[in-house]
Each structure stands twice: as structure tokens, then as C-alpha cells.
């Protein structure tokens, strides 16, 4: 059975920082394209970051210099370090496992709210 496993959201003020943590099993981990996502109120569901299993990374330009998307392939896990958070942040960030070729449709986690609040 595949999980994506999202945790680390919560509240925090503006210029703060969160780690958001992905915790994958079920799939060979290693060369799946890993991405976060995030949906704000009202809002559709954008990319913030994705990194392919060779590690190249792509940033939204609303999230670069502040985050950072990283994995731990031995502990098949994804992050993604958030930093100068800002009050349009606050979404619900989702965790993301792209398999293709092999498989068509992604994996998605359940999701972690995070809140930048003043």
C-alpha cells in the first residue's frame, strides 16, 4: 500500500520558518519525481518545488530564495525547508510522487496547513 505521509505544518508569524516533512513508503522512492503543492483558500492547487530523483530541483518564483525541497533516499522521505514565511503562504501543502513512465497518475499525501499569522 503507498502512503505519502505529510507533517510540520502549523502556525507561525511572518518572516518565520517551517521544515515540512514527507515520509513515503510503497513505492521505489528513488527515482520517482517528488514535488510540494499547495492550495490556499479559493485558490487552485499550484507547485512549489519538485525534485527529480537525479536532484535537479524547480522553484515557483513566489517560493524562490525562501524554500528549499531536499530528500533523504535511504530514508525515503522528502522536505522542504520553509524560510521568511509571509501571510500568502498559508495554504494546505501537499506532498506529490510522480512515477511516470511507469505510472500515469501521482501519489498525494493528505496534506499540512500551514498559517502565517500576525
Known amino acids: 500500500q503507498v502512503q505519502l505521509v505529510e507533517s510540520g505544518g502549523g502556525l507561525v508569524q511572518p518572516g518565520g520558518f517551517l521544515r515540512l516533512f514527507c515520509a513515503i513508503s510503497?513505492?521505489?522512492?528513488?527515482?520517482?519525481?517528488m514535488g510540494w503543492y499547495r492550495q490556499a483558500p479559493g485558490k487552485q492547487r499550484e507547485l512549489v518545488a519538485v525534485m527529480r530523483g537525479g536532484g535537479s530541483t524547480n522553484y515557483a518564483d513566489s517560493v524562490k530564495g525562501r524554500f528549499t525541497i531536499s530528500r533523504d533516499n535511504a530514508q525515503k522521505t522528502v522536505y522542504l525547508q520553509m524560510n521568511s514565511l509571509k501571510p500568502e503562504d498559508t495554504a494546505v501543502y501537499y506532498c506529490?510522487?510522480?512515477?511516470?513512465?511507469?505510472?500515469?497518475?501521482?501519489?498525494w499525501g493528505q496534506g499540512t496547513q500551514v498559517t502565517g499569522s500576525s
Open positions: 506529490n510522487a510522480d512515477l511516470r513512465p511507469f505510472r500515469a497518475n501521482p501519489y
Open positions: 510503497g513505492i521505489s522512492f528513488s527515482f520517482a519525481t
